[in-house]
């Protein structure tokens, strides 16, 4: 399956690094650590997932969404060619698609886990919110690492999932704040059942070690993705940059003064040192 058309024009390239710089600057900074001739396919496939993700923020109710998510999914099947030539993020897509050989079943799952964003239904368990996070975060890692390096891959799946998981985990529980305001649970009620929390009291003593707990398994993931490195492309690394941020944000939670329902970030200035400092030196991606 492929989108079709094989030649964006440059236009829509710029339409998607204008779409990233906007509404996913860390990964927009990460691009900038890779290859000149990359970062237009990466903008591509980051503009996709920024837009993926912000279809919640955009509709009134599901099936609209529902509508939207369908239209990527026919898109990627090769349906539409005029709408899809229409959309520069759609057409720059096809380009990268066709000139890396990505693997359209990734984009698929990403497109799929992302209709449960629609819903207010809670997250089950923390095995379905693994699935999740591989299928929107790993999986994109493991998709901006094969325009990177091309073939050479090997290694690139294991680490993916790794850092993948860390760094979804980190942005869950930064985002609770959001979440929590417009009636989404991302947190997976099996670990919220362990601490005593019900979902009509989120305010209830075990939430802090609840998070605690998912902290300490995004820091799990961190210390299993680190020695997976060494088998890591070289070229590969700038897929994996923004899970730099993810220590520090889960260091920033620990706080004593920690506060989920205020939520918590980096300053601009921090995450760029952060992902300056591990290009530098790719071992500080992961601590």
Known sequence: MSLPGASAPPDAFAHCEALLRAADKDRFLATLFAPAGARGALHALYAFNAEIARIREL??????????????????????????????????????????????????????????????????SLAEFDAYARATSSGLIELAARILA?????????????????????????????????????????????????????????MQAAMAELRGKAREHLKQAQPLMECLPEAALPALL??????????????TDYDPYSGVDLAQWRRQWRLWRAAASPARIFR
Not at 74 to 101: E, K, M
Not at 167 to 177: E, K, N, S, T, V
Request: no cysteine; aromatic share 6%; hydrophobic share 50%.
């Open 242 to 255: 923004p899970v730099a941020l993810v220590r520090p944000l889960l260091d920033r939670m620990e706080r």
């Open 150 to 206: 091309g073939n050479d891959i090997a290694g690139v799946s294991e680490v993916a999932l790794h850092a993948g998981l860390a760094y979804a985990i980190a942005r869950l529980l930064q985002a609770f704040p959001i979440h929590a305001a417009r009636g989404q649970l991302f947190l997976p009620l099996d670990v919220l059942d362990r601490h005593g929390v019900q979902r009509q009291d989120l305010r209830a003593a075990g």
């Open 59 to 124: 509709i009134h109710e599901p099936l609209a969404g529902e509508i939207r998510l369908q239209w990527w999914s026919d898109a990627l099947a090769g349906n539409g060619a005029g709408s899809v030539a229409a959309n520069p993020v759609a057409a720059a897509l096809a380009t990268v698609i066709a000139r890396h050989a990505l693997p359209v079943r990734r984009l698929d799952d990403l497109i799929a886990a992302r209709r449960f964003d629609l819903y207010d239904d809670p997250m089950p």
